[in-house]
């Protein structure tokens, strides 16, 4: 079995290569599980099993579980461990080469959930490989490092609200369930981490009438959250708008372009690309 070039970096041990950092205890690992709710009707994707502190708990609860393991040892060990058990498997790969979607597709009639204690240098990544398959997926719970969690999960107007808040909370009921301070790992990461949840079913928000221009307005906002929104429309993006027609947007979309994309909140940038959608037909 061979391990992804991509991850390995010369000096550095597996563990921390691999964000390798256990749960220790069963409390916390107990709360985790907790927090997926029902799972007898559930197919089950763990991130990152490890030696298996919540694996062993969603093998007992769901309907059937897959686990994506990147280090060879600790695949080779779990599947052992749970041979005998023809509702789990282990599988030894890279979670950001996975198919989410497409699993997730394939789980019917089964609920297919995600969960993980997933390491730092892939959390990113993974955020937006579930934001891509939400149609797919019911309900996420993931521990992150507790700044991405509160990040994830941020109201409009904090400095913690970016692009990554938006996405989820357009496309997902956001949120933080709990604090694990970094004492309850083994061994201990210099940070603490938190546990979120992502509600695919139930998003809250109004949908954009294009959604490649919302998820392209938001992304070009935050590449330079501290300029007024009206001078990041004006130029640098393929709005190039001029500014009769910004206080035009302005009105119609009823956001104040004067403020900053991160003063802005999921609606408005709903209601803004709403505009620029029909603007850019006309031109
Ligand atoms: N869930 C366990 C382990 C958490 S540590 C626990 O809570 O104790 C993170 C785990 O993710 C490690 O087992 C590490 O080997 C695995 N991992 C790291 N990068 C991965 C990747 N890209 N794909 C799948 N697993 C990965």
């Not at 280090?71 to 890279?94: Q, T």
């Not at 996405?167 to 709990?178: K, Q």
């Not at 029909?278 to 031109?283: C, G, L, R, V």
Request: with cysteine; charged share 25%; glycine share 8%.
């Amino acid at each position: 079995m061979k391990e992804r070039g991509t991850i390995q970096g010369r000096g550095r041990s597996r563990t921390q290569r691999l964000g390798q950092h256990f749960l220790a205890g069963r409390g916390i690992a107990g709360r985790i599980v907790d927090s997926l709710g029902e799972l007898a009707g559930c197919h089950v994707l763990e991130i990152g099993p490890g030696r298996g502190a919540l694996t062993g708990l969603l093998a007992e609860r769901a309907a059937r579980l897959s686990a994506l393991e990147l280090d060879s040892r600790l695949a080779a060990a779990a599947a052992a461990g749970f041979e005998s058990n023809e509702r789990v498997e282990i599988v030894h790969i890279d979670a950001l080469h996975f198919d989410i979607a497409a699993w997730a597709r394939s789980v019917a009639p089964l609920l297919p959930v995600v969960v993980g204690n997933i390491p730092y240098s892939i959390t990113n990544d993974l955020l937006h490989k579930l934001i891509a398959a939400h149609r797919e997926l019911g309900a996420v719970v993931l521990m992150l490092q507790q700044e991405v969690a509160r990040k994830v999960t941020a109201p409009a107007g904090g400095k913690p609200y970016g692009m990554i808040s938006v996405l989820c909370a357009y496309h997902a009921r956001a949120e933080y369930l709990f604090t694990v301070g970094r004492g309850n790992f083994v061994p201990p990461p210099k940070v603490d981490s938190a546990v979120i949840r992502l509600d695919f079913n139930s998003p809250p928000r109004s949908k954009a009438a294009d959604y490649t221009v919302f998820d392209y307005l938001v992304r070009c906002l935050f590449d330079q959250r501290r300029k007024q929104v009206q001078k990041v429309l004006r130029k640098g993006s393929r709005f190039s708008i001029d500014a009769d027609d910004i206080d035009r947007i302005a009105r119609r979309s009823g956001v104040r372009l004067t403020r900053r994309p991160e003063e802005l909140a999921v609606d408005d940038f709903v209601r803004l690309a709403d505009v620029l959608a029909t603007w850019e037909s006309k031109a």
